[in-house]
Antibody, heavy 118, light 110 residues
């Protein structure tokens, strides 16, 4: 059974930083592109970032480029999202997910809530 | 502004059929299949349809998906009050190298 457990969310002031983690199990982590998707309160799903199996390719939505960094540790079956210079509009539940080939996610974790507020 | 376009809301009576549309472009729906998700308040999305028209184990055949050109449709027959939720479409976008989503459709079962 695929399990994805996100952690690291919380309340942070504008301009602050957070590092999200995602512990994956139940599938061969190193064989999949991984993604972060977020959902602001009352809003829809928004893709944030993708990372290739070996970490050699990374893609970001324009609104987080230069501020967020996606990374992974295949030895630990873990995905990370370093978020710097946080803004109020980054407030959302952040989900991690494996990406099937050229398709959106099939499996979702429970998400971790990031609140950016003074 | 979501990459894929869905109607904000749809409604129908119990037992009836409802369809939810999802419109995109050649870089996403036009050349890739669509997935559909259902989300209840406070919970994570759950996959209903993948690869345009396939249902994961445990999803009843009341749910079906189709695609034509750059649009896709989720159909739900035999509506139940428990189907009230938000529904999202998703597709791979070849230009972005990312999964993209619609803004969601709130289904009300009257």
């Amino acid at each position: 059974e695929v399990q994805l457990v996100e952690s690291g969310g919380g309340l942070v002031q504008p301009g602050g930083s957070l590092r999200l983690s995602c512990a994956a199990s139940g599938f061969t982590f190193s064989s999949y592109w991984m993604t972060w998707v977020r959902q602001a309160p009352g809003k829809g799903l928004e893709w944030v970032a993708n990372i290739r199996q070996d970490g050699s390719e990374k893609y970001y939505v324009d609104s987080v480029k230069g501020r967020f960094t996606i990374s992974r540790d295949n030895a630990k079956n873990s995905l990370y999202l370093q978020m710097n210079s946080l803004r109020a509009e980054d407030t959302a539940v952040y989900y991690c997910a494996p990406l099937p080939s050229n398709a959106p996610p099939k499996y979702w974790g429970q998400g971790t809530l990031v609140t950016v507020s003074s | 502004q979501s990459v894929l376009t869905q109607p904000p809301s749809v409604s129908a009576a119990p037992g009836q059929k409802v369809t939810i549309s999802c419109s995109g472009s050649s870089s996403n729906i036009g050349n890739n299949c669509v997935s559909w998700y259902r989300q209840f308040p406070g919970t994570a999305p759950k996959l209903l349809i993948y690869e345009c028209n396939k249902r994961p184990s445990g999803i009843p055949d009341r749910f079906s998906g189709s695609k034509s050109g750059t649009s896709a449709t989720l159909a739900i027959t035999g509506l139940q009050t428990g189907d009230e939720a938000d529904y999202y479409c998703g597709a791979w976008d070849s230009s972005l190298s990312a999964g993209v989503f619609g803004g969601g459709t709130k289904l009300t079962v009257l």
